[in-house]
């Protein structure tokens, strides 16, 4: 029986299905092809990247269900989950948290100008007996601050008081210094008797240009105008003892003390944001370190029981070796190009120069009848170098000066309010 091609038998429907089905499985099939292509793709990506960058993370860049599917499935590894576990959050306590070490900072940081400065950091954390202001030498003794005239050698006392002062600094029209028995920092102005009480509770002080830079009795860091007397705290270092040991235009550096005697060099921003950071590392005791101008200037102890003195750039590993027989007993003094540090040796004590550019060095003074046990410390002021202290503990005072133009053994001893030779 022949089909009529114009009748409706249902061939034109079966075909349209047909065709449908045969379109569906041919999309089906083109997309499961671009699928894997992809799959494919991505897995020679992960691979590679696994071997050559084997810490990579991808999980910050990929859904989770898409990483555990190429990690598991293509790579191979299994996914542990860790049952969860309960933290215990530990006692607050007094010690700050520290930043990573503080190996670089800009040489920008530390254009400083020596002539801002109210004192070297060498002179004060030696006692800071001794200052100048270019012109004069002012001095603190047991009954009062002095000034020398360099030039003419006139002295005159230009105030009186019998407490223990310390931390003299020139700057300006001022006179700042530390009273000891009563914790004060003190302005004074030239030409005036009676000082202003500036802060309470402080230790030591420090100024530069226009701020003072002070440490408080509870161990705090607080930086003041030389104007508006109002202080904000930078630091505090709870019960461990603190001690500044420098500055840049951004930061204050200083050592502090823990509860095991260990000695941490620390530095912390001006405007007290952000952890303080570590920057130097001892050899394990007191390096007694200063910092001038972005130079670090600090001890290493030698087999022999002397010291090395030695002088290191900021950011920098290299080092130089300026002398190698230092007793480390005092804070190395630094003016300009010079250096000035102590030497013992045989009952002699040495206040040493060095020329930082020729490596030369000279003694300056020298003091005889010193034992190991000396107090004596070293002060350098303009033309004219100190000794102040005690040849022993409980031993003879001693309080000299002499000129750098003059040998080590002709010098100045003041007593009874005068200066003599």
């Not at 449908?20 to 897995?43: P, T």
């Not at 260990?262 to 001006?270: F, G, I, M, R």
């Not at 009952?347 to 060095?361: A, I, P, Y």
């Not at 303009?382 to 040849?391: A, R, S, T």
Request: hydrophobic content about 35%; charged content about 25%.
């Amino acid at each position: 029986m022949k089909h009529d091609y114009f009748e409706n038998d249902g061939a034109d429907e079966k075909r349209t299905k047909r065709k449908k089905k045969k379109s569906s499985r041919k999309a089906l099939k083109g997309f499961l092809i671009f699928v894997a292509l992809v799959v494919v793709a991505l897995a020679v990506f992960v691979t590679t990247v696994k071997v050559l960058a084997p810490d990579f993370d991808f999980k910050s860049i990929v859904p989770k269900s898409a990483y555990t599917f190429f990690d598991e499935r293509i790579l191979g590894n299994t996914t542990t989950t860790e049952p969860t576990q309960t933290t215990t959050t530990k006692p607050t306590t007094t010690e700050a948290p520290t930043e990573k070490f503080l190996d670089y900072l800009e040489s920008a940081e530390f254009k400083m100008n020596s002539d801002k400065a109210g004192n070297s950091m060498g002179n004060l954390l030696n006692g800071g007996k001794v200052g100048t202001d270019n012109v004069n030498i002012y001095h603190i003794t047991k009954d009062g601050i002095y000034r020398l005239n360099a030039e003419s050698e006139s002295f005159s006392r230009v105030y009186s008081t019998s407490h223990k002062l310390s931390s003299l600094n020139l700057r300006g029209d001022y006179l700042y210094f530390v009273d000891e028995d009563e914790n004060v920092l003190y302005k004074l102005q030239k030409g005036k008797s009676k000082p202003e009480s500036i802060a309470q509770n402080a230790t030591f002080a420090y100024v530069y240009d226009n701020t003072v830079y002070f440490t408080t009795v509870s161990n705090e860091i607080r930086t003041m105008g030389v104007k508006k007397h109002d202080s904000e705290v930078v630091y505090s270092a709870g019960a461990n003892e603190i001690r500044l040991v420098g500055i840049s235009t951004k930061r204050i550096f200083f050592a502090e003390k823990d509860s095991t005697q260990k000695v941490n060099y620390l530095s912390v921003e001006l405007d007290g944001e952000g952890a303080p950071a570590p920057f130097f590392e001892s050899d394990g005791g007191d390096s007694k370190l200063v910092m001038e101008n972005g130079f670090m200037y600090y001890y290493n102890v030698l087999s022999n029981n002397k010291c090395e003195v030695i002088r290191r750039k900021f950011g920098s590993d290299k080092t130089v070796t300026l002398a190698k027989d230092s007793d480390g007993s005092n804070y190395i003094a630094v003016n300009n190009n010079r250096l000035y540090y102590p030497e013992f040796e045989n009952g002699k004590f040495h206040l040493t120069e060095v020329n930082m550019n020729s490596g030369s060095s000279r003694y300056l003074m020298t003091v005889d009848g010193a034992s190991a046990d000396h107090q004596l410390k070293i002060f350098h002021s303009y033309d004219y170098d100190f000794v102040i202290g005690k040849v022993a503990s409980g031993g003879k005072k001693v309080y000299r000066a002499g000129c750098v133009y003059t040998g080590s053994t002709n010098y100045m001893r003041f007593s009874d309010g005068a200066w003599k030779y």
